[in-house]
T-cell receptor
Framework: GAVVSQHPSRVICKSGTSVKIECRSL??????MFWYRQFPKQSLMLMAT?????????EQGVEKDKFLINHASLTLSTLTVTSAHPEDSSFYIC?????????????FGNGTRLTVT | AQSVTQLDSHVSVSEGTPVLLRCNYS??????LFWYVQHPNKGLQLLLK??????LVKGINGFEAEFKKSETSFHLTKPSAHMSDAAEYFC????????????????FGAGTRLAVHP
């Protein structure tokens, strides 16, 4: 079946540094990818929608200059947390929609646990 | 605006007993509804989906859910719980507008943590 790979699964970084998280669709082309953030014991909150070849669409309250999204190919989207601070520590999950119709299923990565010290 | 309310933050059952995870939704359109399961530090796995076909939806691992428009509910059930069912469950509504609906932007409920005891 379809698989979405997210890397790294865990990352620890120092405050002020930047971290890049990759989301890859392994056996299908993904025209659209979604980035979510999940705080401990809470639900997923959509951060942004990443569209291949165009700018990402950010949800209200999400700083686009802090959370840089690049979707340069049909199989890869990246989320870069710039100048990370401890409050950015969270679980980040991507999902990819198989190219085609709006009814294409969403497939989720296994998430990235970011800890900023 | 669409929203999802999961009525229980925690549910605890004994192995072999039925599971009921409750979900209510609000939607201005005919919604698409989903249940996802998340094991610790993992991504989400789709259990089942409702997209305006049969109101009783059967999913993986013995789970099923019934769409009740009159009650705006989409409760998740399983006749007999297994230890491996212990996880976080999310009820989700699609933000798609008619007629596309389907897998557009997803609105997640707060989640229900299911504990299964021997």
């Amino acid at each position: 079946g379809a698989v979405v790979s997210q890397h790294p699964s865990r990352v620890i970084c120092k405050s002020g540094t930047s971290v890049k998280i990759e989301c890859r669709s392994l056996d299908f082309q993904a025209t659209t990818m979604f980035w979510y953030r999940q705080f401990p014991k809470q639900s997923l909150m959509l951060m942004a929608t990443s569209n291949e070849g165009s700018k990402a669409t950010y949800e209200q309250g999400v700083e686009k200059d802090k959370f840089l999204i690049n979707h340069a190919s049909l199989t890869l989207s990246t989320l870069t947390v710039t100048s990370a601070h401890p409050e950015d520590s969270s679980f980040y999950i991507c999902s990819a929609r198989k190219g085609g119709t709006d009814n294409s299923p969403l497939h989720f990565g296994n998430g990235t646990r970011l800890t900023v010290t | 605006a669409q929203s999802v309310t999961q009525l229980d933050s925690h549910v605890s059952v004994s192995e072999g007993t039925p599971v009921l995870l409750r979900c209510n939704y609000s939607s201005s359109y005919s919604p698409s509804l989903f249940w996802y399961v998340q094991h610790p530090n993992k991504g989400l796995q789709l259990l089942l989906k409702y997209t305006s076909a049969a109101t009783l939806v059967k999913g993986i691992n013995g789970f099923e859910a019934e769409f009740k428009k009159s009650e705006t509910s989409f409760h998740l059930t399983k006749p007999s719980a297994h230890m491996s069912d212990a996880a976080e469950y999310f009820c989700v509504v699609s933000d798609g507008l008619p007629p596309s609906g389907g897998y557009n932007k997803l609105i997640f409920g707060a989640g229900t943590r299911l504990a299964v005891h021997p």
